[in-house]
């Protein structure tokens, strides 16, 4: 389900609605108020470098209901290509925006993901920042728990059994959107947000970077130098290059994957392909 809009902007060929955090607040808040759910998936640099070259990442992307960038790169090169995105949408800041317009009508989440222990306190953060949220649950899986069939069973039971308005799912790409695929038929009046590490950051188990550094494009350092051995190779070898390219194929506005517009109505026709 998604509220109709007029334009996508389309980068890497990936669509994205062009909504600002309250715009998007505000329709999955009135979807959810109706009954309807449905997902939310928020490319970075690194998401939409998958999404170009692996078939599942780009599946995951497309199938979501809601498309919106969390990343500054992704914001400026749709601005040097002339279909600007209106501003950085990130699951860091959803988790925290989207829990405080449940609250209002006393709606619930559920939260999984982070390390032991983690998302229940921010369950308790969240719950205490915004009384009248139900925290419905919270959940940290171990690390290889998809291929543990008993406790992907009963990761997925605890979550239907409570039957939330709002799942945050915190466990990196595309790992989260699997799980959100196979949770999302079984319940269709929930909303899905896949978020990364935005529960780690509500618990205080990690620190965000300052919001300077947010505003700038330069989160991504502040991250990598948290955690270089796990970030570096993705950051420097992969995304970087990546990111770069796209600015340039923007900035020319002449690379067919460079920016463009396509309707939401209909069957989309992207870059001369339908």
Known sequence: MSVPVTERVVLADVAFHPYTEAELVAAVAAASAAGR???????????????RRDTEARGHVEAASYVVADGTPLVWASR???????????????????????????????LLGGPPGVAGRAGTVLAQRYPGLVVAGAASPSYGFFDEPAELDAVCGAVRAADPDLVYVGLGFPKQERLIARLAPELPRCWFVGCGAAIGFVAGEQRRAPGWMQRTGLEWLHRLASEPTRLARRYLVHDLPFATRLLLAALAHRAPWAGAVAPTHGPQQVNGRT
């Open 80 to 110: 040097l290509a002339g279909v600007a995105l209106p501003e950085r949408v990130a699951g860091s800041n959803l988790i925290w925006s989207l829990s405080a317009a449940l609250a209002a009508r006393s709606g619930s989440v559920y």
């Open 37 to 51: 759910g449905g997902t939310i998936v928020t490319p970075n640099v690194d998401i939409l470098r998958l999404a």
